[in-house]
């Protein structure tokens, strides 16, 4: 009995001994654990594994890590192990990995690891669905940008903001959205330098030099290609953001056909060997862009024994891209010579790669080019899938734009925010709808324009509208988008300032004046009328307008085509006149002899240079509307003396 008892007691006092430590117990094998999953994820990034082995370590802590209760040591883990994937290139673990860490961080109300579960997403789907990668992204920033700083590693959070806002631009510059990329890549920059961390301003100066591109700004993007040197000096990535820099500056410099200036650049950044030799891809494409300066300035030694070459180069490590590019050259270079069939050959070849890669705007270049080259039926069908494309392209790029304005708005909604925060927002979509109803303006214009293509004229009258809508593009970033940005920055400095609905009613009526100078107009019976009104809308300020012989046309008798053309030069010659040649009369002679449509133009303006005349977009791109309907546009000017115009149509 007495034995019993004691066996009891004892049993007593070894129960209350465990309850005292359960606590210190458990603490001690989570610690264990956590010590386990970290042993097994650096096992994992040791070299000296097989990727076998790595993925069993890799296994082995995510099976110890479901053990774990949610908390952020469990999710940091996750990430580690997400990124030993990444570097496997085994992206479909990579993204399970990210997915379980933001399920963790939801339930956990974990504000900085949902967003950068995000991110990380985002940076999977960057590579193939860009709008599920805007989409992660925006999540993303929208958290960072709500977060206290004060409650996290400032520095630390402040460079993450940047880094999402620099993939949310560089996916609006893929897809052809530069006003909001620019904005954007700007905001990103201001966040690397709170930060204090640069590490990513040679990509984003390197961004804005693209743009600045797209926007004919060349002396401006190739200072931001300059500064993306500048701030790789004494890193990692100096001496190949300087090769890069050095390539993306003689594209610049052909573009604006300075080929020596191009051609200085190239041999500059072939002047690293060492770097190159490691890097076969980056040699060949510096070589055929040097090839193509010298192609281009007629200095054809070795020409094409150099695009030949770096083919050769690019066939050898399966760089397809590449191969686009040089195949195109190649195609270029014997179309120049009349080799059509060497020509058709190598173009041929792109249009499989392109086709290939869905690589669209290189294959636009094949079917270019092959419709060059083809003078039957092949060739008219190259002219109509060249349209065909091109057309799907401007959808595809308002789809994209539809789908991020809803993105941010889905977003947005989710979001529980204060009375300031969302009139901000509301300051920021009106300024969206502005760009965007210019923009879409455009695109439909272009739509229309290209429907009354006779088959003979596609190729040219497609030039002429995809022109006019670069044109309209411009002057949306040059004369609205910034006043936007303006008004937006104004906003978050002071939401009170009276001058904000000023400045949006001037945009507003920015915005009006582009939509009504390219707006449609009747071209029936009323078509004289809505002519000369058009004509003496341009004669504020005291210009004197005289237009003879308007009237005696009998337009019934003149295709609609002629109207529209006659319509669009007249309103470019006028808007030229406006804008620039300071004119106070203005001269216009109709007439219709023999079936050619005659129309003189002179004003006693200050005139123009004939290097002046060669340069001004608008007026070339009159001199191609003319040209689609088979009619003249003769020009004549000199400093101080005046403009004149003669326009000849056979109708």
Known sequence: M?????????????????????????IKTEELKLNSIQSNINIAKSKKKSNKEIKQHLQEALSICNELSSSKK??????????????????????????????????????????????????????SKLDIAYQKFYEAEKIYSTLNKEEYDTENLTFNHGKVLLDIARILQRTRHYIESEATTIKAIEHFHKAGNLKYLPISYTNLGFIARYFEQYDQAINYHREAIKFAKNTDKEISQTIHSYNNIGVIYITIKEYDKAKDYFNKALEFKEFLSLNPARYAGLLDNLGYANFLSNKMENIPEVFIKTLNIRDSIGDKKGIITNTLRLAEYYESINEDSIARKYAKRSETVSLELNNNQELLKSYLILSNINYNNEGLGYTDKYITLNDSLIREERVFRDKFARIRFETDQKEQQIIEVQNQNTIYLLGMLLLLSGIGFAIYFFRQRTQHLAQQNKMVQFQASYETETRISKRLHDELGNDIFQVMLQY?????????????????????????????????????????????????????????????IDWDHISKPIKITVYRVLQELMTNMQKHSKAKLVVLIFSNIDNILRIKYSDNGVGVTKEHLQSKNGLRNTEKRIQAIQGTLIFESEKDKGFKAEIKIPN
């Open 492 to 552: 978050q400095n002071d939401p009170h300032d009276p001058q904000i609905k000023e400045k949006l009613n001037t945009s507003y009526l920015k915005a009006r004046d582009i939509s009504r100078e390219n707006n449609e107009f009747e071209t029936d019976e009323t078509f004289s009328e809505e002519l000369n009104n058009m004509l003496h809308n341009y004669t504020q300020n005291g210009i004197q307008l005289m237009a003879r012989g308007l009237d005696r």
């Open 2 to 26: 007495l034995i019993d008892f004691l066996k009891i007691f004892i049993l007593l006092i070894i129960l209350s001994t465990l309850g005292c430590n359960s606590e210190n117990g458990l």
């Open 74 to 127: 469990k999710i940091e883990k996750i990430f580690q192990i997400s990124y030993v994937y990444y570097s496997l290139k085994d992206f479909i673990s990579y993204r399970e990995m990210n997915e379980k860490a933001l399920k963790e961080a939801i339930y956990f109300k974990d504000s900085i690891n949902i967003a950068k579960s995000y991110q990380n997403l985002g940076i999977y789907y960057r590579s």
